[in-house]
């Protein structure tokens, strides 16, 4: 009888493969191909023994360098089965900047594609190789390998005894506020994460979740490792796109998709009316205003604002559709197994009453690779948010801890500015943070979206705040900039409102 507590001592795809191997486990969107259990199972295999051959340490670290595609699916379940590290990199970087990372991550091998072989050839120290090359069936749900041709090339491997310590993933942070910082995520996070989604999304044996995210990310990966351990399918979309998700969500009977609300919001605005088998839309990567969750109210759109980050694996809180749209900005309760408190002071609050929220649980990172800081407590991990917690244990995320800023004596809320901001009927949406300032020491500086003149948002604002709240510096531009997984880039707003006077025109 298998340890529920000790459960899964395989990696997913084998027992999926003894149990369902008919099943569809993964599906390219571009090609239409799909492949099964049985058929992932065996290119596993392969890929494990091709990886195995190049590795010299049984606890190494395989780093990949590819955008999203279905070969992602196979390289995770290869070094699942072998027992090793995959670490995921984020190939928007440069090259001087993935080498800093292949070190922190002291990687024994970089797996590239065709379109990144470029980028890995720039950099020194780490052997190379080509997934659509010399890893050819990690292709087999690409649809640019056969799913038969496997077999021909099968090589016995000794699949590694999985332990819910063992470390699995690394993967950067964003690094929206400061340097992007190695998570340690183990087998236990991955699999805690995916029963407790299950236990607020639910389970239908014909789900099949899309994947347009970036695979670097946790919002990416996360349902590679849910739908094998659920035994449904993943359907992998090279690329977002307004116009060809949709068709790929009506055409491939999509019952589930993960997006972010830049994502969201164009999708509603080229039209798109989701079918009735979309069972939920999970909205993370930011704050989701109460103007798309209405809008996906009008549609008919059965969205779940989430809360989550890289450090627990995924999710957090997540809202039900009929949370969202009665309580408009809650992200919802905690899912099940996870301890959310809001701490101030050193002391859990009451509800209603702001602080930092702080998450304990089996989602929880065991720490990063350059040491934990303070980022633990008594509490639990330290997430460097603020927000609440109401009556009934809805939480509310209101921004960051590193938001406040201190001018001229002062405390200003930077989400209190950017909620003021919103609300000019010109506005689409807004960053706000503080800028080094001699005489103020901080001053406050928004960028803004919307056809609106920095003039007109400073007097707005005057209206509404109190002086020293008011921007001293606006800049409008098209968009904010924003990381892959769609979380706002505030080191790159801090750089944008650098170049720029207090006027609002660029310096």
């Not at 023994?49 to 990949?64: F, G, H, K, N, S």
Request: aromatic share 4%; glycine share 8%; charged share 20%.
């Amino acid at each position: 009888m298998r340890d529920p507590l000790n459960w899964p001592t395989q990696d997913l795809v084998t027992y999926r493969a003894d149990t369902t191997p008919d099943r569809t486990a993964m599906v390219s969107a571009a090609s239409g191909n799909s492949v099964t259990y049985r058929e992932l199972d065996t290119a596993v295999d392969v890929v494990a023994a091709e990886l195995d051959q190049r590795l010299a340490a049984p606890d190494a670290t395989v780093a990949t360098l590819l955008p999203t595609r279905p070969t992602v699916g196979p390289l995770l379940f290869a070094a699942m089965r072998l027992g090793v590290t995959l670490a995921p990199l984020n190939v928007e970087l440069d090259a001087a900047t993935l080498q800093r990372q292949l070190s922190t991550v002291d990687a024994d091998l970089l797996v590239c594609g065709d379109s990144t072989a470029s980028l890995a050839a720039d950099i020194d120290g780490c052997p190379t190789v080509a997934v659509d090359g010399e890893l050819s069936a990690a292709a087999v749900a690409d649809g640019t390998a056969a799913p038969g041709s496997a077999d021909e090339t099968a090589t016995d491997v000794t699949p590694a005894a999985l332990s819910r310590t063992d470390t699995q993933l690394v993967i950067f942070t964003s690094g929206t506020t400061s340097q992007p910082k190695g998570v340690r995520l183990t087998v236990g996070n991955l699999v805690a994460s995916a029963v407790a989604s299950s236990y607020r999304l639910g389970v239908l044996p014909t789900d099949r979740w899309l994947v347009c995210l970036p695979t670097y990310h946790m919002g990416g990966l996360a349902p590679f490792v849910r739908s094998a351990l659920y035994g449904t399918a993943v359907v992998v979309q090279r690329s977002f796109d307004a116009d060809a998700t949709q068709q790929v969500l009506a055409e491939h009977g999509i019952t589930g998709v993960s997006l972010v609300p830049t994502m969201l919001s164009r999708l509603l605005d080229a039209g798109w009316e989701p079918r009735s088998s979309l069972r939920f839309v999970l909205l993370g990567g930011g704050p989701a205003s109460e103007t798309l969750i209405e809008r996906c109210q009008e549609r008919d759109v059965p969205v779940c604002p989430t809360y989550g980050m890289t450090e627990t694996a995924s999710q957090i809180a997540t809202a039900r559709p009929e949370t969202a749209f009665e309580h408009a900005g809650t992200v919802g309760q905690p899912l099940v197994f996870t301890e959310v408190r809001v701490v101030a002071n050193g002391t859990a609050c009451d509800p209603g009453e702001r602080g930092e929220i702080v998450v304990d649980g089996p989602t929880v990172t065991s720490g990063y690779l350059n040491g934990d800081g303070d980022a633990f407590s008594d509490h639990g991990f330290r997430t460097g948010d603020i927000g609440y917690r109401d009556a009934d244990g809805r939480l509310w995320v209101e921004g960051r801890v590193d938001d406040r800023i201190v001018t001229g004596g002062e405390n200003v809320d930077a989400s209190t500015v950017a909620d003021t901001i919103r609300d000019h009927p010109a506005v689409a949406d807004t960053a706000v943070v503080g800028l080094p300032d001699e005489e103020w020491g901080q001053r406050v500086a928004a960028l803004v979206v919307g056809e609106v003149s920095p003039a007109a948002v400073r007097d707005y604002c005057t209206e509404r705040l109190a002086p020293y709240e008011v921007p001293k510096t606006v800049q409008a531009v098209d968009a904010l900039p924003r990381t892959a997984s769609g979380t706002v880039d505030r080191s790159a707003v801090r750089s944008r409102l650098g170049t720029a006077d207090e006027s609002g025109e660029s310096a």
